[in-house]
């Protein structure tokens, strides 16, 4: 709790100094400005600033307002519902005179007035009466409709004096039903009604047949009555136009550079001064800059907080960082597909984003899984690699997005969080459960961007979030379907595979536990062993305690050759010679590889078979030849009783070597008390030492230490004492009690065994592992 509270403390005073760096001016009081006083401080722009130059921002707003053109609608309706009048009219009369006979008289008159009501104009008795005489043909008909469109096609306007008033600029001609507009420039082309008129009676020479002279003037009269405005002007339409096109006028804006005076001690202060001033202050002060500051120290927190986390979660020792080409390769393609997700997001908010008005690039960019890839390279490679990984990816993003800071800090905190990917992750659904806490993660950083902009409450907050959210869970669903993939190809073995090595119904694992279930016994205590060491010194423990699993796996070729399987049946070294037993000795690892391969076992668990021996001598056999050959180790050569090698490469290889002849020489032991067992482990560790087997697996001698310690405790409870009740002694007395444990009471050969417990570990202490 105490050092929750200290940490808590420290990120208090570091967001104050944060908001004090960002923004000192809230601590300090503001200098004071008069119009037409003089002033009595300097003053310089703490950061550039544009300034809008009022008056040039309005004359600019006046002349977009006088370039928009007037909007005119040419409405085409009206001429179809003249032609349809005049049609309907004809068709009337025709049907008036199949069924009363000639028009005469009053029938004439009441045909007359019919007329006029279905065109909505007079007609004449003259008129009238050549209709009749032509029966109202078609003909007629389509004559009069020739003369009436020969002039409305064209557009006529009721007042031609508004029209002229756009001479020389032009008008749009706006089709309200088809929405089609062009600009017509020569104004003068569209007759108001007696322009309208005159042109009527020049083209009817054209369009009367000469046949029909007498028709003519009649045919002229009444299409001149007939004919009606259809264009005019939209007064609505061309106001919004006004209004959009002053909307679209960008203040005109003129720069003051960060550093430039702004008045100077002894100026008067004059309009201009208190412009510039009022903007400068306004920047220092108020609660928007408070909000900012707070952002930016809760950013700033946020990201301390991230790297002092993987700083701590991200210490393993377990993986070395990526070396081989494979490995590059992989980085390569990872970057590669990192950068074209980031162009492909510029490319959609170019064409989407740009095209909508409420759509915003960012939303994009915070769409992308980009986390995934330090989430993936964590898994496969190491968690220090990823982190550098998520730092490069993020500052890619300024290549497309340019200015782009945030998305720099929004991509650099989601890699730093998904480079914990392999602390974290075991199994696949911790996978999806990552991305779900990513996706937290990216809508929070959203969140004091938007604070930031003093956008916190605004429409497009959701639409961010949701994107922020859903790049997360993307990024765990792109790994958990592709982890598989990267590692069939690259070879790589994940925590998640081991998992699925580790499970006991394995083929390989099943056929160990019924065909050699003494060396499956054996190597479930060694994976036990190798666990709880390996979490000691912050080694892989799943991989070390799989490699314990199968690291015997070769003795599956002859079970019965090896100690642990015998049973107390008959020892099948005893009918041969030491170097034939020890032949079939070191074939066990060259068998194990050869399963393993066949079994498809990842190349770290075969690495540790491999390696689970070294280059370790076979001391039994060896000493039994030498025995037979009298002694004389001439007439012996010992690299004939030593494992092929290679020595353990890895600290989980170095492990399961030692643990592997801890628990098979602790077998042995007569009575395993705890200091016998403690001697045995410290013995075993520093033979294995001085042979140099652990050369090459980076194993310090405080984790040796670490690991004797472990093995101790593993192997005490193992072998824990059990009472032994006290035996009657033979006929005549004189007999001693034995109790089984009673350290005060063993025999000579335990007081010799913690003599020499004492000189091992004053030779492990003397270098230093104690």
């Known amino acids: 709790m105490a050092l929750f509270q200290e940490k808590a403390v420290l990120l208090l005073?570091?967001?104050?100094?944060?908001?004090?760096?960002?923004?000192?001016?809230?601590?300090?009081?503001?200098?004071?400005?008069?119009?037409?006083?003089?002033s009595r401080h300097n003053l310089k722009a703490s950061k550039d600033m544009f300034l809008e130059d009022e008056a040039m921002t309005e004359k600019k707003r006046q002349e977009a307002a006088q370039g928009v053109l007037t909007v005119y609608d040419f409405d085409e309706k009206i001429n179809l519902e003249l032609q349809k009048k005049i049609r309907s009219g004809f068709l009337a009369m025709r049907e008036a005179l199949k069924k009363e006979g000639p028009l005469a008289g009053v029938k004439a008159v009441e045909a007359r007035r019919r007329l006029e009501r279905i065109w909505g104009v007079e007609v004449s008795s003259a008129e009238f009466?050549?209709?009749?005489?032509?029966?109202?043909?078609?003909?007629?008909?389509d004559t009069l409709i020739q003369l009436v469109q020969s002039v409305m096609a064209v557009g006529v306007v009721q007042n031609k004096l508004d029209?002229?008033?756009?001479?020389?600029?032009?008008?749009?001609?706006?089709?309200?039903?088809?929405?089609?507009?062009f600009r017509v420039q020569e104004v003068e082309r569209f007759p108001d009604l007696n322009d309208a008129r005159d042109r009527l009676e020049k083209r009817s020479v054209y369009l009367v047949p000469a046949k029909n002279k007498e028709f003519r003037p009649l045919a002229v009269a009444l299409a001149q009555k007939l004919i009606v405005p259809n264009l005019s002007p939209n007064k609505s339409e061309t106001e919004e136009r006004i209004r959009k096109a002053v909307r679209e006028v960008r203040p005109v804006l003129f720069r003051i550079n960060k550093g430039e005076w702004l008045i100077r001690t002894g100026e008067r202060v004059t309009e201009d001064h208190l412009l510039k001033i009022r903007m400068e202050l306004g920047q220092r002060k108020g609660l928007p800059v408070l909000w900012?500051?707070?952002?930016?120290?809760?950013?700033w927190g946020l990201l301390l907080f991230m790297v002092y986390y993987t700083a701590q979660k991200g210490k393993m020792g377990w993986a070395k960082a990526a070396s081989k080409l494979q490995d590059l390769v992989f980085l390569a393609i990872l970057l590669a597909l990192s950068i074209l997700g980031i162009r492909t997001a510029d490319l959609l908010a170019q064409t989407q984003g740009g095209s909508s008005s409420w759509l915003s690039d960012q939303v994009f960019l915070f769409a992308l899984p980009i986390a995934a890839g330090p989430m993936m390279i964590s898994l496969v490679l190491n968690p220090s690699v990823a982190f550098v990984f998520a730092l490069v990816q993020s500052f890619s993003v300024l290549t497309f997005w340019v200015g782009s800071q945030?998305?720099?800090?929004?991509?650099?905190?989601?890699?730093?969080w998904a480079s914990l990917a392999r602390v974290f992750c075991h199994n696949r659904w911790d996978l999806f459960r990552m991305g779900s806490y990513l996706g937290l993660i990216q809508?929070?950083?959203v969140l004091i961007f938007q604070l930031l902009q003093g956008r916190l409450i605004h429409w497009e907050t959701p639409a961010l979030l949701l994107s922020a959210f859903g790049g997360g869970i993307l990024a765990g669903i792109i790994v958990t379907g592709f982890s598989p993939l990267i590692e069939r190809i690259f070879g790589y073995t994940t925590e998640m595979k081991l998992l699925e090595w580790a499970n006991m119904d394995q083929p390989l694992l099943r056929e160990l536990m019924v065909q050699a279930p003494g060396t499956y016994h054996h190597s479930i205590i060694v994976g036990n062993m190798v666990e709880a060491a390996a979490e000691a010194i912050g080694a892989n423990t799943l991989l070390a305690r799989v490699g314990a699993y199968y690291h015997d796996?070769?003795?599956?070729?002859?079970?019965?050759?090896?100690?642990?399987?015998?049973?107390?049946?008959?020892?099948?070294?005893?009918?041969?010679?030491?170097?034939?037993?020890?032949l079939i000795l070191i074939a066990h690892v060259k068998d194990g590889v050869e399963l393993a391969r066949q079994y498809k076992l990842d190349a770290p668990i075969i690495d540790i078979i491999r390696e689970h021996h070294g280059t370790g001598l076979i001391s039994f056999f060896y000493q039994k030849c030498l025995d037979l050959k009298g002694g004389d180790a001439s007439q012996v050569s010992m690299d004939d009783f030593r494992y092929p090698g290679p020595k353990p490469q890895t600290r989980e290889a170095g492990l399961v070597l030692l643990a592997d002849g801890i628990e098979a020489a602790s077998r042995t032991l007569v009575d395993p008390t705890p200091a016998r067992i403690q001697g045995l482990v410290v013995k075993i560790i520093q033979n294995a030492f001085v042979d140099g087997q652990l050369d090459e697996c980076e194993l310090t001698l405080k984790d040796l230490a670490l690991i004797s310690a472990s093995f101790t405790k593993i192997l005490t409870g193992i072998f824990h004492h059990r009472i032994e009740y006290p035996e009657t002694a033979l006929k005549g007395g004189g007999g001693r009690k034995k109790i089984n444990g009673d350290t005060d009471k063993q025999p000579p050969e335990a007081d010799r065994s913690r003599q020499d417990l004492e000189n091992l570990?004053?030779?492990?202490k003397s270098l230093g592992a104690f």
């Open 443 to 445: 809508t929070t950083v």
């Open 406 to 416: 945030e998305a720099v800090f929004y991509f650099a905190l989601a890699g730093l």
């Open 129 to 141: 009466s050549f209709l009749a005489n032509q029966r109202f043909s078609e003909a007629v008909e």
């Open 13 to 38: 005073f570091f967001g104050l100094f944060v908001v004090w760096v960002h923004a000192p001016s809230l601590f300090l009081p503001a200098p004071d400005f008069r119009l037409g006083e003089i």
């Open 553 to 582: 796996i070769g003795k599956l070729r002859k079970p019965l050759y090896f100690v642990e399987n015998q049973m107390g049946g008959e020892n099948k070294h005893e009918k041969l010679a030491p170097s034939m037993s020890a």
């Open 292 to 299: 900012t500051s707070l952002g930016w120290a809760l950013l």
């Open 163 to 181: 029209l002229m008033g756009e001479e020389g600029k032009g008008i749009v001609v706006r089709k309200p039903a088809s929405q089609i507009e």
């Open 761 to 764: 570990l004053a030779n492990l």
